[in-house]
């Protein structure tokens, strides 16, 4: 069973940063394309980041383009996100996710990933 655990959430002012882990265990991950969905109270869920297989392709929502990273590092087959100019309206809490055969590396509401990490709070908030 292909197991995800999110850390590294926590309240920060605007404009800062923050650095969110996805540890995978029972299966190498990269291997398969790990997404990153953010789910804010009254909002539906949103697809804002995804790395592809090998590390090659990564995706991400304009909500957060260029102020957003998504990495590997096999050795601890994990997958971060970097957060970095945080906004208020980042505020939610995010998860990653992934798949047997979730299709390519694009952002997108999540519907082909089944297996979910239990999510991390992320606040912006001065």
């Known amino acids: 069973q292909l197991q995800l655990v999110e850390s590294g959430g926590g309240l920060v002012q605007p404009g800062g940063s923050l650095r969110l882990s996805c540890a995978a265990s029972g299966f190498t991950s990269d291997y398969y394309v790990i997404g990153w969905f953010r789910q804010a109270p009254g909002k539906e869920r949103e697809g804002i980041s995804c790395i592809g297989s090998g590390g090659g392709r990564t995706d991400y929502a304009d909500s957060v383009k260029g102020r957003f990273t998504v990495s590997r590092d096999n050795a601890k087959n994990t997958v971060y996100l970097e957060m970095n100019s945080l906004k208020p309206e980042d505020t939610a809490v995010y998860y990653c996710?992934?798949?047997?055969?979730?299709?390519?590396?694009?952002?997108?509401?999540?519907?082909?990933?089944?297996?979910w990490g239990q999510g991390t709070q992320v606040t912006v908030s001065s």
């Open positions: 996710a992934t798949d047997y055969d979730s299709g390519p590396c694009i952002v997108g509401p999540g519907t082909d990933f089944s297996f």
